[in-house]
């Protein structure tokens, strides 16, 4: 499976955005880029996917490098409530199910 | 909507003895994932079905470990005999569709403690 590199953890300040990277530099042109977030005491949470382009949603945005090795998930205001742990998958897309493999993921920490 | 629905939500339980964890997936989800989550290895994916049938268990850390989903709506997770390395929290996670990008939804996840 193709792997995802990110830092350990990021800290930032309650109602400023967040850039969380994630390098990706062997990913394939099939392979979709998926962020999941684990808040305390809970499962995986989904927040956004994309392939090539940019991608939108009421969580969060997703910029995706043009070469694709790299992305980055933005969160335009953090909140306490963002405190989690987000993972940056590749999605292997076989002729059956969708398998998620997790590595270790970025712990975000804010501040109030 | 009810999500992802798993049972217990906690397990304390002696080493040796048989565990069973069982998970509801979201009504119209046809694949099923089991995940478990251990500080050291992270979060692995043990097995998972798609309409009903087992696709990849290469996740299955040994024999002692079985997985069933006789429905649509039902899924076990059965342990026997138990060990204390087998603590750990596992998570349950259904999707629609079989081969797309479609979200992953998770359970809150059994905790389980092998003494």
């Known amino acids: 499976d193709a792997k995802t590199t990110q830092p350990n953890s990021m800290e930032s300040n309650e109602e400023e955005p967040v850039h969380l990277p994630c390098n990706h530099s062997?990913?394939?042109?099939?392979?979709?880029i998926h962020w999941y977030r684990q808040l305390p005491s809970q499962g995986p949470e989904y927040v956004i996917h994309?392939?090539?382009s940019n991608v939108n949603n009421r969580m969060a945005s997703l910029a995706i490098a043009e070469d694709r090795k790299s992305s980055t998930l933005i969160l335009h205001r953090a909140t306490l409530r963002d405190a989690a742990v987000y993972y940056c998958?590749?999605?292997?897309?076989?002729?059956?199910?969708?398998?998620?493999?997790f590595g270790a993921g970025t712990i975000l920490r804010v501040k109030s | 909507d009810a999500g992802v629905i798993q049972s217990p939500r906690h397990e304390v339980t002696e080493m040796g003895q048989e565990v069973t964890l069982r998970c509801k997936p979201i009504?119209?989800?046809?694949?099923l994932f089991w995940y478990r989550q251990t500080m050291m290895r992270g979060l692995e994916l043990l097995i998972y079905?798609?309409?009903?049938?087992?696709?990849?268990d290469s996740g299955m850390p040994e024999d002692r470990f079985s997985a069933k989903m006789p429905n649509a709506s039902f899924s076990t997770l059965k342990i026997q005999p138990s060990e204390p390395r087998d603590s750990a929290v596992y998570f349950c996670?259904?999707?629609?569709?079989?081969?797309?990008?479609?979200?992953?939804?998770f359970g809150d996840g059994t905790r389980l403690s092998i003494l």
């Open positions: 009504s119209g989800h046809n694949s």
């Open positions: 079905f798609n309409n009903n049938v087992p696709i990849d």
């Open positions: 998958i590749l999605r292997v897309i076989p002729e059956y199910g969708n398998k998620l493999v």
């Open positions: 996670a259904s999707t629609r569709g079989g081969g797309g990008n479609q979200p992953q939804h």
């Open positions: 062997t990913i394939s042109g099939t392979d979709y």
């Open positions: 994309g392939l090539t």
